[in-house]
């Protein structure tokens, strides 16, 4: 059993071979501090991995600063004029929290994420870091597919996307509707587990 199995959630699609999670309830701080695999995080955010039990777990926690960085590494908006609302944040440390990621946990994401498995794998000459990338990958995803994580954002960008010529991330895997998942709250794009 993984971290996140002690609460409820939903699974999105699948990440590099990871689960992509929503929790359906706010995920307190761990009980035991100390162990730093566990992670917080609401019903605002979603994690990609379950944490102890299974893969350390990587918390997207700003969702709305994801998708304002998934538009700044995107060609198709029109961002002339507008003062970035994510100037000074990192991906790695503010937007995306790693829990209890080791420099093994990293290298071997990296790798996965350099994977031609991927639909649109990671390459260092993309100008991103591997975490910039994820987290713009992660922003691409709640813009098109679940904008109610970041309202206000999608709303600010909407106007100003001008063209989708392509997605340039495009990432996880969704799971089919009907098909049966581990996730005590179901697949999150199923007709009847879907939430807003």
């Known amino acids: 059993m993984s971290y996140i199995d002690s609460f409820a959630h939903q699974i999105v699609g699948?990440?590099?071979?990871?689960?992509?999670?929503?929790p359906l309830?706010?995920?307190?701080?761990?009980?035991?501090?100390?162990?730093?695999?566990?992670?917080?995080c609401t019903t605002r955010q979603l994690v990609v991995g379950?944490?102890?039990?299974?893969?350390?777990?990587v918390v997207l926690r700003l969702p709305e600063a994801a998708v304002w960085l998934f538009a700044q590494a995107s060609e198709d908006f029109d961002l002339t004029d507008l003062d970035s609302p994510i100037a000074?944040?990192?991906?790695?440390?503010?937007?995306?929290?790693?829990?209890?990621?080791?420099?093994?946990?990293r290298r071997d994401f990296e790798k996965r994420c350099r994977s031609a498995a991927l639909y649109n794998?990671?390459?260092?000459?993309?100008?991103?870091?591997?975490?910039?990338?994820?987290?713009?990958?992660?922003?691409?995803?709640?813009?098109?597919s679940l904008p109610q994580l970041a309202v206000e954002a999608v709303a600010r960008?909407?106007?100003?996307?001008?063209?989708?010529?392509?997605?340039?991330?495009?990432?996880?895997?969704?799971?089919?509707?009907?098909?049966?998942?581990?996730?005590?709250?179901?697949?999150?794009?199923t007709a009847a587990v879907r939430r807003g």
């Open 50 to 57: 379950g944490g102890s039990g299974e893969h350390p777990g």
């Open 157 to 189: 960008l909407k106007p100003r996307h001008v063209e989708t010529s392509h997605v340039r991330f495009s990432n996880i895997g969704l799971i089919p509707p009907g098909m049966p998942v581990y996730a005590n709250g179901g697949a999150a794009f």
């Open 121 to 144: 794998p990671y390459w260092p000459s993309c100008g991103l870091s591997v975490a910039e990338w994820l987290a713009a990958g992660l922003g691409e995803f709640v813009y098109f």
């Open 25 to 40: 309830e706010d995920i307190p701080e761990p009980a035991m501090p100390d162990w730093d695999a566990d992670f917080t």
């Open 14 to 22: 699948y990440f590099a071979g990871l689960p992509v999670y929503w």
């Open 88 to 105: 000074g944040l990192k991906a790695d440390g503010d937007i995306l929290h790693f829990a209890g990621w080791d420099r093994r946990d």
